[in-house]
């Protein structure tokens, strides 16, 4: 389990605490210096490094040619980095290695949030979360690179996470809704359609 300071102190602040130590257990490592190579879909067994200096060293041998992997969050080694050499040691520090991760992986919820239709029903979380985790594993979410893709912005927080008294009557209403509904988000808008010419015909 990550140490609740290192979460406060380097992750994110898009995320809450309990959603980075559920993308670290999901798709991280315990071990800082960890490095997963990956080249044409398998694994590469490498020596386990002991040291930055190790770690980085396998990094830079196989980086351009394989998928490499590194640190706390197996963040994507060589994202947005065009030689090897400019590969900096940051990638195997604990703290900036959280910091990088998480950023990045806050971005890939917003892009699967996004394609979801931003949902107001926090029920569907742990789904987005789901795909989110695959996308940070093949690095491709919908045919498109997550890591290279822009950033659509918006919330990546579920709703119910703190939600005041107000707030939760509103979820719980959404929640109550969503139990009578077909889960196909069309439905809900035929839903708002069939309102409107209601109010149509009253007007008449």
Sequence with gaps: MLDAALIKECSDPS???AIVEQ????????????VTVKMSGRLILVPKAISADEAM???RQYAGRAVVRVGLTQYPAGVGVKEPADLKPVLVD???????????FAKVLRIVTKWYGNPANDDVFPQIFED?????????FEGASVFQAPDPGGSVTPYR??????DEAKSDSHVDHANTESPEKSHGVGSAEMRIDLSRIGGK
């Design 15 to 17: 995320l809450k605490p």
């Design 23 to 34: 993308f670290v257990a999901a798709a991280g490592s315990a071990d800082p210096l960890a």
């Design 57 to 59: 060293a396998i990094v």
């Design 94 to 104: 604990a703290c900036e290695n959280l910091r990088s991760g998480t950023a990045m």
């Design 132 to 140: 989110a985790v695959y996308a940070w594993k093949t690095g491709e």
């Design 161 to 166: 996470a703190s939600p005041s008294d107000e």
